[in-house]
């Protein structure tokens, strides 16, 4: 290829192909619900261009290109694209998917016979009304899961991990702890037990900080870690395994 081919088109140029995109989307047609018709990669440029004229998007889609990207990703999950696409999101470059988009995914695939997550205190105690601790701190978040045709596991995130991979220095834990632990441990949860249904997509809360480089530690040596998993396996002391109201 020529240079004359790789140079880049001149601000003329662009203003045209805006343009042709603008007199696009004054063409849109619409169905009998008032929803914009898209028949052509024409119109589903169009429609993205529009999107981000209009300003409600996620803060992380900026351009057209972007909110095409995002619109293509929804689609590949059977996703209606203007609903979905308020939980995407673009981390290093990458759409992934966050809230409780995921577990919505897995819920809809028919493949989830048991769920259920809770948060444990240091006594392994469930954290909840019938138990009068709500003011107990947290040990971790616990996430029980089943597939059909398949056993129920537990997974677990617990304080000390979170410490040791430096997650509560950063401002979004320091106000939301709680809701943060569950959502760790649910993305690695559904990840997996249903890698076939998120098809490798990643999970913000979970993946943000699961990248290589991301200069994470190993956090299975600390005490209340193995604590919490010689609970979760029946083993160690009675003390260790006091927890008459978690299902485990």
């Known amino acids: 290829m020529n240079e004359e081919n790789q140079t880049a088109p001149t601000p003329e140029q662009q203003a045209e192909t805006q343009k042709e995109v603008n007199a696009r989307a004054v063409a849109l ?22 999107l981000v004229k209009a300003g409600m998007l996620p ?4 351009t057209g ?36 988009l995921p577990l919505a995914l897995v819920r809809r695939s028919g493949q989830l016979e048991y769920f259920r997550e809770y948060l444990v205190d240091a006594e392994y105690k469930e954290i909840s009304v019938a138990n009068k601790n709500l003011t107990a701190a947290p040990l971790a ?20 991990q979170a410490k040791a991979a430096g997650l509560l220095q950063k401002k979004i834990w320091a106000l939301y702890q709680q809701r943060m632990l569950g959502m760790r441990v649910r993305g690695l949860a559904l990840k997996n037990e249903f890698s076939d249904v998120l098809m490798g997509v990643g999970i913000a809360e979970y993946d943000f900080d699961q990248m290589p480089g991301s200069g994470i530690r190993d956090v299975n040596d600390h005490t209340e870690t193995q604590n919490l998993n010689n609970f979760f396996k029946g083993e160690g002391n009675a003390a260790d395994r006091k927890s008459p109201t978690a299902t485990i």
Request: aromatic share 8%; glycine share 6%; with cysteine.
């Open 59 to 62: 803060e992380a889609l900026k």
């Open 141 to 160: 978040a616990v996430c029980e899961v089943q597939r059909k045709g398949y056993e129920k596991k537990t997974f677990y995130f617990t304080v000390e």
């Open 29 to 50: 047609k619409m169905d009998e619900h008032g929803v914009v018709k898209i028949e052509n990669l024409a119109d589903e440029l169009a429609v993205c261009s529009t």
């Open 65 to 100: 290109q972007q909110v095409f990207a995002a619109r293509q990703l929804c689609r590949e999950l059977g996703l209606p694209p203007m609903s979905a696409i308020r939980q995407v999101c673009v981390v290093n470059g990458v759409p992934a998917i966050w809230g409780d």
